[in-house]
Nanobody, 122 residues
Framework: QVQLVESGGGLVQSGGSLRVSCTAS????????MGWYRQAPGKGRELVAT?????????ADSVKGRFTISRDVAKNPVYLYLQMNSLKPEDTAVYYC??????????????WGQGTLVTVSS
């Protein structure tokens, strides 16, 4: 089992910066990739950024150049970060950490954290 816990959300003014973190514990050696997703009020959950075990990253067009995903794999538990700069009111959402876990060759599942709220005021 893998457990994910997010932290670092809060209230920030438009144009400001914030870093959210995710702690992954348990059988972290089964994790193949991790990512950040967000869900704004009244909207569906959307991808923000992902990072694979080899360090390859992918970003939503709406956050490219403003957000940076990173991962500290030298530690146990594993830490996943999302540095958010030049924040806009439309970035307001609950941010979720996700890990893709492969406990065996045949099995793959998504593990989600509980989410952390980021509010950007105008």
């Amino acid at each position: 089992q893998v457990q994910l816990v997010e932290s670092g959300g809060g209230l920030v003014q438009s144009g400001g910066s914030l870093r959210v973190s995710c702690t992954a514990s348990g059988r972290i050696y089964h994790i193949t990739s991790m990512g950040w997703y967000r869900q704004a009020p009244g909207k569906g959950r959307e991808l923000v950024a992902t990072i694979t075990n080899d360090g390859s990253t992918n970003y939503a067009d709406s956050v490219k150049g403003r957000f940076t995903i990173s991962r500290d794999v030298a530690k146990n538990p594993v830490y996943l970060y999302l540095q958010m700069n030049s924040l806009k009111p439309e970035d307001t959402a609950v941010y979720y950490c996700k890990a893709v876990v492969k406990p065996s060759i045949e099995a793959s599942l998504d593990v989600w954290g509980q989410g952390t709220l980021v509010t950007v005021s105008s």
